[in-house]
C-alpha cells in the first residue's frame, strides 16, 4: 500500500509562518511523499526482474533514505507545529529534560544554538532508546547521521525553505517563531518512559 501525504493544512494562520511559506513546504514533503512510493515500485519491479546486482539498484536504495527520510522527518516536523500551550513543568518530557540538561532553560539554549549552526539540516531532539537520555542532535542531510535506536522528539527544519520566503537570512527569528507554535503534546507523545 503505498504512503499518502498528510493534510496539515490546520496549521494556516500559524504565528510567524505565512500562507506562502507553509503551502511550499507542504509541497515539497508531498514530493517526498511521491518519490518514496515511486522507488519502492522500482525496486520491487527490479527485484522481481532479478536486477538487484546493478548500479541502477544501489543508487535506488541509497535514494530511498532521502526520500524516506525527508517524508517522515517532515511529518514529525509539521506534527510537532501548531501548538500554542507551554510545556507541562510536571510532565516526563520537562523532568527528563530537567534530568539531561539541567533544566528547560539549559535544554532551550542548547536547542536554539544547536539550530542556528551555520549549515542545512534539522535539529532534532532525541532519546536514547536504549538509556532514555535526551540529547539535541543535528543531521545535514536526513538520510545520514541520525544516532541508532534513538526516538526523535521534538524536529526543527533548518533547511532554507523551512524560513528563508518569511525570514531570509535571519534564522534566528525563524527558530523563535518555531518556539512560539511547538505542539508540546505530541512531542512529550513520542517521549519513551525509561
Same mark, same amino acid.
Given at each position: ?23 511550499? $513546504? ?30 541502477e539498484y544501489a543508487e535506488l536504495k541509497r ?10 522527518? $517532515? ?70 547521521? $541520525?544516532? @541508532? ?37 505530541? @512531542? ?7
Amino acid at each position: 500500500m503505498p504512503y499518502a501525504a498528510k493534510d496539515y493544512s490546520k496549521l494556516l494562520g500559524m504565528e510567524g509562518f505565512s500562507e506562502t511559506l507553509l503551502k511550499n $513546504h507542504f509541497t515539497l514533503y508531498q514530493g517526498y511523499v511521491t518519490n518514496t512510493n515511486k522507488v519502492i515500485d522500482i525496486l520491487d519491479q527490479m527485484l522481481k526482474d532479478n536486477k538487484t546486482g546493478t548500479p541502477e539498484y544501489a543508487e535506488l536504495k541509497r535514494r530511498f533514505g532521502w526520500e524516506f527520510n525527508g517524508m517522515r522527518l $517532515h511529518e514529525y516536523y509539521f506534527g510537532n507545529l501548531g501548538g500554542k500551550a507551554a510545556l507541562d513543568n510536571n510532565g516526563p518530557l520537562f523532568n527528563r529534560m530537567k534530568t539531561d540538561f539541567g533544566g528547560y532553560e539549559s535544554w532551550e539554549k542548547d536547542f536554539k544554538a544547536t539550530g542556528a549552526m551555520r549549515g542545512i539540516g534539522w535539529t532534532i531532539l532525541y532519546q536514547d532508546g536504549a538509556e532514555g537520555r535526551l540529547f539535541n542532535f543535528w543531521i545535514n542531510e536526513h538520510d545520514v547521521s $541520525h544516532p @541508532a535506536g534513538a526516538a526523535p522528539l521534538l524536529i526543527m527544519d533548518v533547511f532554507e525553505h523551512a524560513f528563508m520566503i518569511d525570514y531570509g537570512l535571519k534564522r534566528a527569528d525563524y527558530i523563535e517563531a518555531f518556539f512560539k507554535n511547538i505542539n508540546w503534546a505530541a @512531542a512529550e507523545a513520542r517521549l519513551i518512559s525509561k
